[in-house]
């Protein structure tokens, strides 16, 4: 890499690139970088200046972050809420349910942490969990998802009726962009934490998974809660368009002085329909 010496002497661009070939390093890939970094700093503070419209206006937000697993939810999630102020955000990651709250209406553990009037709830999966994996790993029997697929719609329209802003995002992944995140998990001490048996199991199944996901789409998708389909073989690409898609949902003070576009790509960012080109068929 660069030393801190070397940059400041660096006054034209020609002499930056002439330092990277002298210590093969690819420019581009450093400029990309650089660009990432500029973009994710100015997207961040206008999600700060979002929740404080947020608090403000006492809205209650929930942004629900769904996906196969390894698709960069938490590390979108990470980078969404690292600056925003803990007191009027949540992050919420549920365990599995306790035997008392298995006994209980499914939705009840979720109801519990919807947002409180002024605050923002990312959560880290959700009540979903129900559409895709639990069917797909036997976590749950064919009555208790069948349940969940008629009550789901008629529950998110409560909170529709309610004021409650739901954001359904869905982190779509290749099956051999997984496996290679898979395999450098297995290669990361610090990040080793994240693998579990039930990933693999993901691979192996991977034609379930892709049956209950469109189960799910096909019967969840609504005019008040649609799914917002993310391409994320590209980590950073991902991170950048969803946070973009949520300020574009909000006319919130200064947003016309944001320094970066707040439109979505549309080849990244899709709305769910039924022939949409998917990369985790």
């Avoid at 009037?117 to 208790?144: H, L």
Wanted: proline share 4%.
């Amino acid at each position: 890499m660069f030393t801190l010496e070397e940059l400041n002497q660096v006054k034209k661009r020609k002499h930056l690139i002439n330092i990277a070939d002298q210590k093969n390093i690819d420019i581009k890939k450093i400029l990309q970088k650089l660009r990432y970094e500029e973009e994710l700093r100015f997207l961040q503070g206008e999600l700060v200046n979002l929740q404080q419209w947020i608090a403000k206006k006492k809205l209650r937000v929930a942004i629900i972050f769904e996906g196969r697993d390894a698709a960069g939810k938490g590390g979108s999630i990470k980078r969404f809420t690292e600056h925003l102020n803990p007191r009027s955000m949540r992050i919420v990651a549920l365990s599995k349910p306790t035997e008392v709250e298995k006994g209980q209406w499914y939705f009840r553990r979720y109801i519990k942490e919807l947002p409180n009037p002024g605050e923002i709830v990312f959560f880290d999966r959700s009540w979903y969990n129900r559409a895709v994996v639990e069917p797909v790993m036997g976590f749950c029997t064919n009555k208790q998802y069948k349940n969940f697929m008629v009550q789901v719609p008629e529950f998110e329209h409560m909170l529709y009726e309610d004021g409650v802003i739901v954001i359904k995002f869905w982190f779509s992944i290749s099956k051999e962009e997984q496996k290679k995140r898979f395999d450098a998990r297995l290669q990361n001490p610090l990040k080793i934490w994240k693998f579990s048996p039930v990933d693999m199991k993901g691979q192996q199944l991977w034609n379930k998974y892709t049956k209950y996901k469109e189960q799910m789409f096909s019967k969840t998708h609504t005019t008040f809660s649609p799914w917002v389909i993310v391409k994320t073989n590209s980590k950073k690409t991902a991170r950048l368009e969803s946070m973009r898609y949520v300020l574009s949902r909000f006319d919130y003070t200064g947003k016309s002085k944001a320094k970066t576009t707040l439109l979505p790509d549309p080849n990244v960012i899709l709305r769910y329909y039924r022939y949409i080109e998917q990369i985790d068929i």
